[in-house]
């Protein structure tokens, strides 16, 4: 059976700046549990791209194998999308970045499929700085295949189906970004809209590699009791770094702030991200002290959230290869062939 | 007494790797070449960078045979790590070349062959200062010295070392005097020539000497590809290095001096072709190459390329078993898990080149076959053709030619005609598809595997499912009358026997045909040149009582391959089967098929 919604448009629902309601952002109907928190964070992707006002067909959402890679379906109708195998998002998101440096590339990605799996592409991508918007949304489990540890299941956290405390040390897949260099670092909860949405936009807006480990509680396999990755236990322990708020680069910074506690990161595109700082000391665009910040919270059991870091000197993969502007999908005989011509000096230098 | 073997010979360079003497012994082929004299030189070397031996045997045949031959004539024994053993390979009648600055151990001597003292050392030492120039220059010297006794000509190879060097100029003197050193050695020394010498002749014409591997990786950019993805494999490599040479001199945009293609090297052949498939599926033109451990990785990927129908070119450069050792030797081990790679029902285009010709065109070739009929296709070279510099009719392009993208609607379509990503609008089993960014609101669909319906909508129905493996079929169907049709050796079947051959294989093939012909028995022969097999294929096994299959691996793949899909009585196909890592030799062939 197919899920498709009926279309229905209200005709005084809000329009964007490129003409397109929240529905024309929506996709087909979940089919996930009800009360995944994979079905929230498709949410605030729908919110962030309706927000930023993004040409549907100029996204391209890519994504593994698992309940989290399935969401792509439930986002964005009208863009491309390509649920690929399991561990690989990273690999055939890079290859389509390759073929058009125009479009706005989310791939979407469970904690199997990057922490375990997928792993070695996760961490090639990340040191090629390939750009892309990168959404783990975890969940400390593997939900497809009925509830598994996966490996950022925490230490001593125990999941529905293991029923035991996890033995090993959990994969910290912010902390890793950090460490291979990643430009763009954040960490989120599919239950915080308002701190999400914005972590999108900025992503998005984000020349090269924007990173976003979301914890996404499993309501089937991993929300009870014992669970590091409830929505409990996360509530309990959520550390934000910061109130977020994305302002596009036309619009004006009405957002006030007490001073010293708040900072603006100008973005690339000349949008900018204020963030209202809950720790004086902690600096996003110093890689040093927001990896010690990262480490601390780590070390007390925080879950720390937010923008942990981000480098606004980002140079893409595309620049690092000093790739033309001009997409490579759209080059023909003319730019490629070198012609008849030049095959005969290729010939008599054969001879 | 002798007389003079003209033209015909196999000269065997015995050296350590790592020590220059590719290059000397490149020299020495090409002057042979430039003499107008058909050549063949191969590179037999192991897995390793310094130390080891190699073997550069180098054959010479003025009737245009250039399939190895067992037996050297004249053997150039350098390396004394093996020097027992390669004595052992010359033919009686032939001659020992060795360096004669120490004395020659007496295991060495041996009865029925010619042992001809250059003391090559010695006289490096003599003449240049750095250890590192004498060995360089040692290999120089029995080039030199060569050249002397087959009675070859100096100014050839004189010119030949100026175009090497022409950005080193400094280098062409010391150059000139190492040959000199050797040649006026062996002439002051020795009856020049030996039994063996290489006149001048004129069956080049305009023939080219190139490597497979290069001429893939200019195929590509002629064939318009814009990404590569890859990871560093024996014997494929060198395919991604000319991609790569080629691109920096020919795809720099000439206004903004920026890269008109992306070359990616990847973390493993996983990847590699992540990235050609997403590539491909975002609309541009992207190829891989590997070998058999890399297509071995690639499988579950190829298998989503064949199911989401999506283009992708993999250049498999065959090479033999698994871990190290045999894989810097050659066969064509791969075509069973290069046809059916990946899980499910699926089945794979391979194209066999056997010409650096025909590498350089199949893989322009290959893009429009996978674009077309958005599937991944297979180049499927091996470790010969790709490493080897073989004699080939020269690179050909039209310019009037234009890539064939396939079925690809544009903004304009979406707006006036239906667009079901799966739907068989043709009815040739290839169906529509749209490039992510193209129209604003239409166009777009879920790329996925088999689960879909023909409007991409998601589906585990089973007859949806049937529909579309039944609708894959048909586009294999149609694949068969556009992939390159098998090539004939005779105008009319007049056997009742005939032979099948593919890639490298030709080679030995041709040989033993025309030997055999010499001796009044005569086959009739087919090259096949692409799977799946066009209907000539079927024709011309049904049309003959027995067919030898001649290919180089153990299994008889390709007898297998020819069995399930034409459904050929197995005992009507005869394996000729080689598999030691060395290319087949027309003996080998000769033995099988008169037994
Ligand atoms: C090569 C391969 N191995 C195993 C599987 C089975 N499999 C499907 S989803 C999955 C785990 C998914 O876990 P995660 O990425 O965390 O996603 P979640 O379902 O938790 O959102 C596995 C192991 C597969 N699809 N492919
Ligand atoms: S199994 Fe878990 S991850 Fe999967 S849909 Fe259900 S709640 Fe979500
Ligand atoms: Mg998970």
Redesign the interface.
Not at chain 1, 55 to 58: A, D, I, R, T
Not at chain 1, 321 to 325: H, L, V
């Given at each position: 059976?197919?899920?498709?919604k009926p279309i229905f448009r209200h005709p005084l629902l809000p329009k964007n700046k490129v003409g397109f309601t929240k529905k024309d952002y929506e996709g087909?109907i979940s089919t996930l549990c009800a009360g995944c928190g994979h079905d929230s964070i498709s949410a605030a992707i729908i919110q962030a791209c309706f927000e930023m006002s993004v040409?549907?067909?100029?996204l391209?959402k890519?994504s593994g194998i698992g309940c989290s890679s399935k969401t792509?379906?439930y986002f964005l109708?009208?863009?491309?999308?390509?649920?690929?195998?399991h561990g690989?998002m990273?690999?055939?998101?890079?290859?389509?970045?390759?073929?058009?440096r125009?479009?706005i590339y989310l791939g979407v990605s469970g904690d199997g499929d990057t922490a375990s799996i997928g792993m070695?592409?996760f961490v090639?991508a990340v040191r090629?700085n390939v750009n892309m918007v990168y959404i783990v949304m975890n969940n400390g489990c593997y939900g497809l295949t009925k509830g598994q540890d996966s490996a950022t299941a925490d230490f001593g956290s125990i999941s529905k189906a293991s029923k035991t405390p996890s033995p090993f040390q959990g994969i910290d897949l912010v902390g890793l970004a950090m460490e291979m260099g990643a430009t763009f670092v954040a960490r989120s909860f599919s239950g915080d809209k308002s701190q999400l949405v914005p972590l999108i936009k900025a992503g998005m807006s984000h020349p090269g590699f924007a990173f976003i480990d979301c914890i996404s509680p499993c309501v089937t396999f991993n929300n009870n009791k014992g669970s590091t990755k409830s929505y409990s236990y996360v509530r309990a322990h959520n550390e934000a770094t910061s109130l977020l708020d994305f302002v596009p680069e036309e619009k004006e910074i009405t957002m006030e702030y007490e001073e010293g506690a708040s900072k603006e990161v100008v973005l690339h595109d000349g949008s900018v991200l204020l963030l209202k700082k809950l720790a004086p000391e902690w600096d996003p665009s110093d890689r040093l002290s927001a990896f010690s910040k990262v480490q601390e919270a780590k070390a007390s059991g925080e879950i720390l959230t937010g923008l942990l870091y981000i480098d606004l000197e980002s140079k893409e993969l595309?620049d690092l290869?000093?790739?033309?502007?001009t997409p490579?999908?759209t080059?023909?005989?003319k730019?490629?062939?070198?012609?008849?011509e030049?095959?005969e000096v290729?010939?008599a230098g054969?001879? | 007494m002798n007389t003079k073997t003209i033209n015909d010979m196999v000269i065997r360079f015995a050296n350590v790797n790592g020590s220059g003497s590719a290059s000397a012994n490149d020299m020495f082929a090409k002057s042979v070449f430039r003499m107008g004299i058909p050549v063949s030189p191969k590179n037999i070397f192991p897995s390793n960078i310094q130390g080891l031996p190699t073997w550069f045997d180098v054959r010479i045949s003025e009737k245009g045979y250039l399939g190895r031959r067992e037996g050297i004539d004249v053997l150039v024994a350098v390396n004394p790590a093996t020097m027992k053993k390669d004595i052992e390979s010359v033919l009686p009648g032939g001659y020992l070349i060795y360096d004669s600055s120490k004395v020659l151990h007496e295991d060495y001597i041996r009865e029925g062959i010619h042992y001809i003292g250059i003391p090559m050392m010695a006289m490096v030492m003599e003449h240049y200062s750095v250890p590192r120039l004498q060995q360089l220059f040692k290999n120089m010297v029995y080039v030199g010295a060569l050249i002397a006794l087959l009675d070859m000509e100096m100014e050839v190879t004189r010119n030949i070392v100026k175009e090497t060097f022409a950005k080193k100029e400094k280098l062409v003197p010391p150059n000139f005097q190492a040959l000199d050193l050797g040649y006026n050695y062996a002439k002051e020394n020795y009856d020049c020539p030996i039994n063996f010498c290489v006149k001048r002749a004129d069956k080049i014409g305009n023939k080219i000497m190139m490597e497979g591997n290069a001429a893939i990786g200019l195929g590509a950019v002629y064939g318009g590809a814009t990404v590569m993805a890859w990871y560093p494999i024996t014997p494929s490599t060198s395919v991604a290095k000319a991609f790569e040479t080629y691109c920096k001199k020919l795809r720099i945009d000439p206004q903004t001096g920026k890269k008109n293609y992306a070359f990616v090297q990847s973390e493993d052949e996983l990847a590699a072709i992540g990235m050609v498939i997403g590539a491909a599926w975002n609309g541009a033109r992207a190829f891989t190459a590997t070998s058999g451990p890399g297509v071995s990785l690639m499988s579950e990927f190829i298998g989503l390329a064949y199911f989401a129908e999506i283009p992708a070119v993999i250049v498999n450069v065959q090479r033999g078993g698994p871990s190290t050792g045999m894989p810097t030797r050659t066969q064509q081990p791969d075509i069973l898990s290069s046809a059916y790679a990946s899980h499910g029902d699926t089945k794979h285009m391979l194209l066999f080149p056997s010409t650096p010709a025909e590498c350089f065109e199949f893989t322009a070739q290959a893009f429009d076959l996978a674009d077309y009929f958005q599937t991944p296709v297979f180049i499927m070279s091996d470790l010969d053709l790709g490493m080897n510099e073989h004699l080939s009719p020269p690179l050909k392009w039209d310019d009037s030619r234009k890539y064939n993208l396939g079925k690809v609607m544009s903004a304009e379509d979406l707006e006036t005609k239906e667009f079901g990503r799966y739907l068989d609008v043709d009815g040739d089993g290839v169906c529509y598809r749209t490039i992510p960014g193209t129209h604003p609101t239409k166009g777009s669909f879920f790329t996925r595997g088999t689960s879909r319906d023909e409007y991409a909508q998601y589906s585990e129905n089973g007859q949806v499912y049937v529909n579309v493996v039944n609708r894959i079929s048909k586009k294999w169907q149609t694949a068969k009358s556009h992939v390159p049709a098998p090539e004939f050796y005779q105008k009319e079947n007049e056997s009742k026997q005939g032979i099948v051959f593919f890639g490298t294989t030709t080679y030995a093939a041709l040989e033993a045909m025309d030997i055999l012909e010499g001796h009044g028995r005569k086959w009739d022969a087919m090259r096949v040149r692409a799977f799946p097999f066009n209907q000539e294929v079927a024709d011309f096994i049904a049309s003959h009582e027995k067919v030898f299959v001649i290919e180089q691996n153990k299994d008889a793949q390709f007898r297998s391959l020819l069995i399930n899909e034409l459904e050929v009585n197995p005992k009507k196909l005869e394996p000729v089967l080689v598999y030691d890592g060395k290319p087949i030799t027309a003996t080998a062939i000769i033995d099988k098929l008169m037994n």
């Open positions: 059976m197919t899920y498709i087909a040409e549907p067909h100029k391209a890519i792509p379906t109708g009208n863009s491309h999308g390509f649920n690929s195998v690989r990273p690999s055939v998101t890079t290859g389509a970045n390759m073929a058009n125009d479009l070695g592409q090639h090629r595309h290869f000093g790739t033309t502007d490579l999908n080059l023909r005989e730019e490629l062939c070198p012609g008849s030049a095959l290729i010939n054969r001879r | -």
